[in-house]
């Protein structure tokens, strides 16, 4: 039987319905210290491990999100009322609009492969919402809402990155994913292209 090269389980496993992308990315990880990519290395542990708050997150990860506020008051209550981005001042609208997500692509997987929307509670807002929607109503709750689909697309763009590299690699070099350590398979700008 023959042995299939790194670049092409990679594809293979990418392709398949049943994809492991933590898996994939533990394979890319190889595939970056056998090319000698720091690069490439670092990409693929932000992707399994998170971003931390001082690196900027990729497009793809800055999710869209909705937020919703509930209240009350002695004879009526309202659970889920969206929030209008003409409340919230012009320079927080952007954070009313999406979220950037930071975490590790296996909790990304999971919210995209779960049911229903994703929460994220936001209590520190009540304040800011207080007044301004009822005005005889108090504010109990503010929460966002990211639909699943947004974690299906992070996913998927991840999946095309590393697609798209896997291929460009095994077209300029399809041994590259195969090389010996020390050796230098492609040069540092082929890598980047």
């Known amino acids: 039987m023959k042995h299939m090269s790194l670049l092409r389980e990679i594809q293979d496993d990418l392709a ?3 994809s492991d992308l933590p898996c994939v990315l533990l394979r890319c990880k190889i595939l970056a210290s056998r090319l000698g990519s720091a690069e490439l290395a670092d990409w693929v542990n932000w992707e399994l491990h998170g971003y931390s708050a001082e690196q900027s997150v990729p497009e793809y990860r800055r999710l869209t999100i909705t937020y919703f506020a509930s209240f009350m008051n002695l004879a009526w209550r309202h659970e889920k009322a969206a929030i209008p981005l003409q409340l919230v001042p012009e320079e927080h609208r952007e954070m009313f609009r999406e979220i950037e997500f930071r975490d590790g692509i296996a909790k990304a997987n999971s919210f995209a492969n779960g049911k229903g929307s994703i929460e994220v509670q936001r209590p520190e807002l009540i304040f800011a919402i207080q007044g301004k929607m009822y005005p005889g109503m108090d504010c109990h709750g503010v929460w966002g809402e990211i639909p699943r689909t947004e ?6 763009a991840v999946k095309t990155q590393i697609l798209d590299f896997a291929l460009k690699l095994e077209e300029k070099n399809p041994a590259a994913g195969e090389a010996a350590p020390n050796s230098v398979p492609l040069s540092k700008e082929e890598l980047r292209t």
């Open 16 to 18: 398949s319905p049943a």
């Open 151 to 156: 974690f299906e697309q992070l996913t998927t």
